[in-house]
């Protein structure tokens, strides 16, 4: 069971920083996602709560500890890797023994363990299986079951799913998040794939260039971005920026783009200059009378729902609606969103202005 | 382009029976997606089409002609593979001209020239002709890739998942491509891949592989919303159609099994199922239910809260019933 506390981390490799001040904490219990695209410095604060790189600055704690200069064996924490690393030479039980062997635990104690550790995973029938005849999912089951039997305050696993095939990835996903309601050990795990994210963690950090761009809920960073970058990297179809220069005050309830008005959530800030409107696929109706034209451009099926790509005199928009709407490429429809969901940004910086949608999440 | 029709085609690697008993028209102008598993047999059955693996038993029509006995070349079918293979050491504007200078078609330089510069226009690449292959992105390379393919015009285009080795949002972009290239471009394009949203989204004809079989063939909006079985229904649709006892909800009808879409579970009435976990994906939350010991997942309201282990009642809307081994009844 650990808290950990992330305060002021940086780690540079040379000239290079990986990963600049960063602050945040992981409660007790979570599943805690580091969500980004490669490069952006999720898998070195991974590595440095690990141990297995030390900050050039900041602090980590692990349960009010201070761990940030310790090497990764006094940390009490397990690594699961991308790459399922077993013992080719040991079956099953030797594999998932061995750490509690090399701390010299009893036998007998060991076997209770095993036992405990394989059925948790169900995996008890193929404990003396050489692991080199495996399945795939077994063979992450084991690996897994190594992790678990040490009974380490939390667990960080690095992509561990980013091998396997979209079918199995999903069902392995279903599993380990169903594994850690039932053990409710502090979990920080990292991925590059935002759906992953969303499907499993209680909390999320947005990571880019390595910066943390919005740590939160899944719920909360999808409906009330930071960033610009956070809006599009969070979401499938990302969401719709369309960009126009003018100015609001610190109450406004209306944008103005190509002379048609949209209402806004009450904005919290004056700002005058580039901005971009933005609004989610889901968000969008469209509708025959409203002044706001787009051409359609197609329309992609997708059971309950389709996602329909659609030319406006501000860029492309994607829309999704009710796939028993017809709507056919080259007509001319008009477009009006959801006002409460609509966020801007500075287009400058990419940040979010502050309104009564998002003033509570965001700060500074 | 033209019409290619498969009459009782099989394929067999020893023992193992790669390709079934496969009958299907894929008509001029369509673009059919064969959706299937791993060693569903949709790749074997390209390369039977392309003339790369040799039949077993059955006929293979292209513009009404047998092509049983006929190299791949004399097939007139443009291959696009899984990895993009382009020459490094050309320029993008080379490698699209490369199968046009080939010494069987004999194209004069200016025609070469007029189609790459059009197909590069479809694909959106004209400022990178000059660039050599290797300093364009991977979604670039796999769109010259495509592209060396399209610079033919060929009775059929043959691609083999050729969208999996991108990351999401460019396959999302190229989704759309390249349904505007065939939409643009009239042509008949047989396309293989394991991605339901791939078949959903870009398909006029979905072909539903099962161990070697054709299963279903169909619009994805029929495959969608009327399959002939349980392996069917489980292939398109997230989260997957629940499979369910019928016998769990009281006055259903008396097949063996009921299927649920995820949509078709109404909230408020019915029996009582407890909230396992909700999964908030944002435009959709996702609620992971347990009925009488089955898991189930319905969709809910982005904006509500569920807390585990609550009380929730439930009740079929339009289900589909399958009777013991799978296959439909209503």
């Known amino acids: 069971m650990a ?30 996602m580091l969500l980004g695209p490669s490069g952006c410095g999720k898998t070195t604060t991974l590595r440095m709560i690990a141990g297995l790189e030390l900050p050039t600055s900041g602090e980590i704690y692990l349960d009010g500890e201070e761990i940030s200069q310790r090497p990764p064996s006094e940390r009490d924490i397990a690594f699961v890797f991308q790459m399922f690393a077993l013992y080719p030479h040991m079956n099953v039980r030797g594999n998932i023994s061995y750490p509690l062997k090399s701390q010299g635990m009893p036998r007998a104690a060991i076997k209770e363990k095993v036992a405990e550790v394989s059925k948790i995973l169900g995996i008890e029938d193929i404990l003396d299986r050489p692991v080199g005849g495996l399945s795939g999912g077994d063979r992450q089951r084991v690996a897994l079951g190594r992790a678990i039997v040490r009974e380490p305050k939390a667990f960080m696993m690095d992509e561990p799913l980013g091998a396997l095939d979209a079918e199995f990835r999903e069902h392995m996903a279903e599993e380990l998040r169903a594994l850690h309601d039932r053990m409710g050990a502090t979990t920080v ?55 126009f220069h003018g100015q609001v005050g610190r109450d406004a309830t209306e944008v103005s783009l190509h002379g048609a008005h949209f209402h806004i959530p009450h904005t919290r800030e004056p700002f005058e200059g580039d901005m971009a409107l933005g ?64 966020t801007l940004f500075d287009r400058q910086t990419g940040r979010a202005l502050k309104s009564e949608l998002n003033e509570g999440v965001l700060h500074g | 382009m033209a019409d290619v029709s498969l009459e009782n085609v099989s394929k067999s690697f020893g023992k193992t029976v790669a390709v079934d008993d496969i009958t299907m028209d894929i008509s001029d102008g369509s673009f059919v997606v064969l959706l299937g598993p791993t060693g569903a047999g949709k790749t074997t059955t390209l390369r039977l089409i392309s003339g790369l693996e040799k039949l077993d038993g059955g006929r293979i029509h292209i513009a009404g002609r047998d092509v049983g006995v006929e190299t791949p070349a004399q097939r007139d079918v443009a291959m696009v593979f ?35 510069k059009q197909i590069a226009e479809v694909l959106q690449i004209p400022h990178k002709l000059d660039n050599k292959a290797t300093e364009l992105s991977g979604g670039e390379m796999q769109r010259v890739s495509i592209g ?125 199922a407890t909230v396992v976990r909700a999964e908030h994906l944002g435009d959709q939350t996702r609620l992971h239910l347990e009925l009488q010991g089955h898991a189930i997942t319905t969709l809910t309201d982005p904006h509500t809260e569920y807390e585990p282990n609550e009380t929730i009642k439930i009740t079929p809307e339009n289900p589909l019933y399958f009777d013991a081994s799978g296959a439909r009844i209503v």
């Open chain 2, 82 to 116: 899984q990895q993009y293979s382009l020459y490094p050491h050309l320029t993008v504007r080379d490698n699209l001209a490369f199968p046009l200078r080939s010494p069987i078609l004999k194209t004069p330089e200016d025609q070469i020239a007029k189609r790459v």
């Open chain 1, 3 to 32: 808290e950990i506390v992330i305060k002021n981390v940086r780690k540079e490799f040379g000239d290079f920083v990986a990963v600049k001040e960063s602050s945040f904490t992981i409660e007790d219990g979570e599943f805690f």
């Open chain 1, 189 to 243: 795990y990292v991925t590059h794939d935002q759906l992953e994210a969303m499907q499993m963690g209680d909390k999320i950090v947005v990571m880019n260039n390595a910066v943390v761009e919005q740590f939160g809920t899944p719920q909360e960073i999808y409906d009330k971005p930071a960033t610009m970058f956070v809006a599009d990297f969070i979401g499938s179809p990302s969401m719709n920026f369309l960009p």
């Open chain 1, 279 to 342: 609004v989610r696929p889901e968000h969008i109706q469209l509708s025959d009378s409203a002044p706001y034209r787009a051409k359609v451009l197609a329309a992609e099926y997708l059971g309950t729902t389709q996602i329909v790509t659609l030319k406006t005199a501000d860029g492309e928009v994607k829309a999704r609606i009710p796939s028993h709407k017809t709507v056919t490429a080259g007509e001319t429809l008009g477009l009006e969103f959801d006002a409460a969901t609509i």
């Open chain 2, 148 to 272: 060396r393919a399209l610079v033919r015009d060929p009775a059929i285009y043959l691609m083999d998942e050729p969208l999996s080795s991108l990351d999401a949002k460019l396959r999302a972009d190229l989704r759309v491509e390249l349904k505007r290239i065939h939409a643009d471009l009239g042509s008949t394009l047989l396309y293989v891949t394991h991605d339901q949203i791939e078949a959903m989204t870009m398909a006029s004809h979905v072909g539903v592989l099962e161990e070697g079989r054709l299963v279903q063939y169909g619009t994805p909006k029929e495959i969608y919303e009327d399959p002939s079985s349980v392996y069917v229904a489980s292939r398109l649709g997230l989260p997957r159609i629940n499979i369910l006892p019928a016998s769990l909800f009281p006055g259903s009808h008396k097949a063996p099994q009921i299927g649920l879409r995820p949509e078709n579970i109404r909230q408020g009435d019915g029996i009582d």
